[in-house]
């Protein structure tokens, strides 16, 4: 996405408490990949930063950009989270309808919040409509896929990978041919299939999750795929910036890209089976990561309302490194208050 406009990417809806394992074990790994995740969400949204654009020059990306560029694996990484716990849980019919209704609940109570937000702080009702209802896209999406997943996982193997072969093509290597020829013109229009239908590709980062999650490769290969993701990114930020002559901050346009994928390869392998010794850390992670869907929920909330009391953050360019101190502010306070919620009549708001 280009702005603030098409919004919002968000966590995994399941808690690493659901996996079947000793009552006195947890999966910090996954709790530390859910707080990474949605930081990246953060982080992307706060921008805040010069990414060194400037009319008339041919852009390459600085250095800043490609530390941002890391925020496109914010969407994928919460989508393979959600695989290695999910796929293979074996949900009946009624528990996985009844996942995917909470999960339409909650994204439209809290997109209706957001909204009337919008709507007061510019005194005009034009937010409040059906298409803003997409504020929170990605827990519709996954609602989709969850049922998708369902009837894929009781069709003979083959059909589950043949779907996941088909998303490898269109959009994944159509993206990345649509990338070459801009490159090569740039005046070519760019075409917008990046998102897809119900966010589609999401089922190529879960079974990518599940596939992934019980196994340990080699520590080169998270290495390679670092770097190959990220090399591929930057092709991505030089064709879309140079085609639209527009700014490109590495979110929603990379989800459905081998560059993104690969780095979100890369993140999950490295960090799935993190264990910190330090009890302290311990409970950091496990407080980030099991509130991590109010992250996805509340930063927007809280920018809006900083926006309404300062409305000099709307223009305001900083040093990176204070973006970042802001994003982990949003991050913080957003899970705060996901922990009040939780433990209040209103829980239910928050229950997926």
Known sequence: MAGLSPLLVGPASVTTSEIKMPSNQRLFGYDALKALAAFFVVLYHVGMVDFGYREGVYYYPTLVQEIWLFCACGVPLFFMINGALTVNRNYDFK???TKSARLLFVGSFWAVVVMCLLSLRENNWKYFSIRMIGYYWFLFSLAAIYLINFV????PGWCR???VAS???FPFATNLAWDIVILKNPQTSLVEWRHGVFTLYGIVYLYIGDYLGPRHLAKWIPV???IAGLTLLSIETIAVVNRTHCQFEGG???FPTYGAMLLSVALFLLIKDWNPRSKSVKRVISFLGSNALGIYIFHLILMIVVGVCFPVFYD???HPVVAILIAMGYTIVS???SELIKRSPAAILMRL
């Open 161 to 163: 990978w043949l779907v």
């Open 152 to 155: 894929l996982c009781r069709l």
């Open 252 to 254: 929603n346009y990379c």
């Open 167 to 169: 998303l490898l093509v």
């Open 224 to 226: 390679v795929c670092a």
């Open 316 to 318: 305001m360019v900083v």
């Open 335 to 337: 899970a705060m208050l």
């Open 95 to 97: 528990r996985v309808v």
